[in-house]
């Protein structure tokens, strides 16, 4: 009988681990280094296709019982927001949002339920044979070292992935990434739409942010930051600190809610648009913020890191002996378009703020338009979709992904 490690139990390492042992993949451990339930810095919004990839892991009810949002409201620099719904589409036509504490230990309870074995530890070495083919991890458990063998990887330790770079994986800051903040506050009355802030520099020394509320239940809410970095793209001075751009927002976000002092404060920086590689081996498999797949525009990953969990042990049911090369040219025929298109708009907006400030409310103005941002933005044009909007958005992706650098490689 085949083993499959899985390291990381968030999202993607859950998801796979979900999927391993439904499929009847052989004995799946599942390796994290912190004990269950546990948190993670997170905007706690889950698009209506993060919701459907619940569904296809057995918790579609417990994702109807979360908070919902009927839409989101979009703002740019100091215009006034316009409010979205979200679009009729295969996914539904709404979003929630859920504390990532609560979500990953949903996820987790799943992945044990389904037979998983949990091994609570840090993997400290990767040992590999002459092709590259993982042979064992080395796990340091509170009960000393253990090396465990196995047939196959999946690598879902995150962005910064400290097991992806003992394999050779590299971490493409100069061309783009991002820091983000969260943290909770209490704001009755809040409404049932997500609210996101794009936010283009004000001064030369600025980089590109973006802001966001979403309400999570119960009067409160996530608020958060983050910063969109590179050093090739646009020329930015001296970093101010995570926690005071944090700060910063939050206080503009008092002229219009009431609220008292944030809690649980965290950040984390971002491994975006799958500017990371590579992500396979002969034998292992990178998935979820480890493969770079959080979205540019929105800093939404969840719906990338539960496809991918799925599709990994997919790939490897179906050609185990091909990994290296089937899976980033599955993640590159699936994501990359996309993303190269998220990627420039990004860019666009850092290199011309002044230039967004007088576009994007255009764009987002009209109901149409409005749809086009959001259904694009939050990747809800499915493979088999006609119409103008679904035409526009493989037409762009399908330009800038030519001009674009490669993605997961």
Known sequence: MSTTVVVGSGPAGAAAAITARESGLGDVLLVDKAHFPRDKCCGDGLTPR?????????????????????????????????????????????????????????????????????????????????????????????????????????????????????????????????????????????????????????????????????????????????????????????????????ERYVEHLRREFDFGEPEDFASAPLAIGGLVGPVAGPNWLAVGDAAGGIHPLTGEGIDFALETGRAAIATIAQSPDDLQHRWPALLTAEYHNPYAAERFIVRTIGRHPGLARRVVPHLISSSWRGRLVLTTSAGLVAPGDRGLIAGTFRTTGAVTGRRGVPSFT
């Open 50 to 246: 993060a919701i459907t990839a619940l569904g296809e892991l057995g918790l579609g009810v417990w994702a109807g019982l979360q908070a919902r949002q009927s839409g989101v409201e979009i703002s740019i620099g100091s215009h006034d927001p316009c409010p979205i719904p979200w679009p009729a589409s295969t996914h539904p036509d709404f979003s929630i949002a859920v504390k990532r504490v609560e979500l990953d230990q949903a996820l987790h309870e799943r992945a044990v339920d389904a037979g998983a074995q949990e091994i609570t530890g840090r993997v400290s070495t990767v040992q590999t044979a002459d092709d590259g083919t993982v042979t064992s991890v080395r796990v340091r458990t509170t009960d000393g070292e253990d090396d465990i063998a196995c047939d196959h990887l999946i690598v879902a330790d995150g962005s910064g992935s400290p097991v992806g770079a003992m394999l050779g994986r590299e971490w493409y800051r100069d061309e783009m990434y991002a820091v983000a903040s969260r943290s909770y506050v209490r704001i009755p009355d809040l409404g049932d739409h997500m609210r996101i802030a794009i936010l283009p520099p004000t001064t030369p020394d600025d980089a590109m942010g973006y802001g966001w509320v979403f309400p999570i239940g119960d009067g409160w809410a996530n608020v958060g930051y983050g910063e969109m970095l590179s050093n090739k793209h646009w020329p930015s001075g001296p970093r101010k600190s995570t926690r005071e751009l944090h």
